[in-house]
């Protein structure tokens, strides 16, 4: 269900906290539009220990996978990637369907290897929103509806005190394009 | 400087010609682990080197070095007798001036052995010493296995070797730096014969679910024997494997004086770092051009010279685009027609004893004229657009070749090798 509890501004300042942990970055450089990789000289290591810091903080399973490798698995070899390395037109409309303008204009045509250059703070903070926004109607433990924070981060129920579990970020993804998949017919 | 002996237990066979005769005809060593248990891992693959092949160590007189010696070792000492063999080493005289340098990492702790440890924890710092003390259980040899250097050490003991005894320890260049930093020693003069090489056993979970973890391991494959495909599209990540190889480098001179059978020379020898990223390559291959460039002037050769690469081609994405790139910069125009192949599309990747094996393969198919295939190459890749002498060995004469192998954390070493001439 989407969530309330914990606001969009106070998870981009958790990532925050997780960027300048990892990279040693200046927190006041770290936008919403900056690239992990291009503005703040992330590599690919430094997803793994952001991803993980976030993990620790909200209590999620953030995705082990991109988007693109779970097309190419549900929906067969090329169907993501082309055979010149270019993300196909279908990949391209299932990017901007889940995340909107996050990853900005891909219409021009992008190369798998540029990809992960697009991935920025604000694309990593609607990431963890996703994921936050598959909190339970009910308490798993104790089946009651009583969710509440007290620190703005982890959510657990006001009943029993059992911290929420969320949706492990890949399988939203693959619950995400199965439902489309069934939805629009895109393969 | 000239190559006296060499040896190799690998993936593909108990030695060298073996090993040589499956990678002729395109053969994988690659099929599921089943060393440690793997059910749930998203990467289940790896190359073995078969129990039956390893040296016996109750067999053999020295077998006291037995509870110190790593799996890594012990391959290890299997490569190095038949080199020794080859090389006639036991019959070199002055033992002072034969020396050990050996790539390799200790051995990784066992899940066995934390267990055991963990009995005396409380999980708050504080431990129950007086009953791990005088446990049986825990092995107080447990130590010298963990330990990088125990390898080079014991090689020495076993091979009479009283020269310098070096451990190189950085990753996939290690078996290379071994034999450069060896090359080094004999120019100096400070000995005649050194015994140069690597030696990998990490297939246990340890040593494996780390590199899981960094999603460093091919993950996606139909069977494991197609698992490892260098320069191919669909490549995913590198197969890890297990193996030893090792070379007797031996001053010239010295050589012809016991009327050794030289089997080829070692050029030159470079070696570089990235110094940028702990896992990702340097985006425009500065350090792998480096080491490239620098075995190449160490030979005093130009690209120009060189008729073959044995490609570090380890199958990850970023490797061997990476590695196509610095090859571009060093052959300019003439990039596309330098046969470039890589090993490790039948072997997987032996790490510190990649290197090594793959020098070895390189000379031998100088011998027999035939350039060993990149196999799994199906789909081109247009970033990687050389001649990567796809799926099936090619019959060529070639006199000097280099041998690339670029670590993770970006320690690179390059290796000139070349036909012996009079």
Known sequence: M??????????????????????????????PESSLIKDLGAESLDFLDINYRLEQTFGIKMARH???????EMFGEGSAIDENGQLTEKAITLLKMRYGDVYGDLSGGIDMDTVPTLITAGSMTQGVLDLLDTLPETCSKCGNTAWKTE??????????SEFATFTNGDDLIKNWLTAMQQEKKIF | MVITGVGMVTPLGRNCDETFANAAQGRSGIDYITSFETTGLPCRIGGQVKDAWLTDPESDVRHRFGRFSSRGLRLMQTATLEAASQAGLETIIDRERVGVSLGSHGENVSVSEMSELLRFYDGNGHWDMRGLLSSCQYSPFQFFLRKPDTASSILSMLFDCRGSSLSIVSACAAGPQAIGEAYRIIQDRKADVMIAGGCEATLNFMGFIGFVLIKALAEKYTTPQTASRPFDRKRNGFVMSEGAGAVVLEDLDHARSRGANILGELLGYGSSADAYRITDTHPKAEGAFLAMAGALEDASLTADDIDYVNAHGTSTVQNDLVESLAIRRIFGERARSVPVSSNKSMMGHTIAAAGAIECILTLMGMHRSLILPTINYEHRDPKCDLDYVPNEARHMPYRRALSNSFGFGGQNACLCIGAFEE
């Open chain 1, 66 to 72: 991109f988007i693109l490798e779970h097309i190419e």
């Open chain 1, 2 to 31: 989407k969530q309330t509890l914990i606001t969009e501004q106070k998870v981009f300042e958790e990532l925050k906290k997780a960027i300048v942990e990892t990279l040693r970055s200046d927190e006041a450089a770290i936008k």
């Open chain 1, 151 to 160: 620190d703005g981060i982890r959510v657990k129920c006001g009943s029993c």
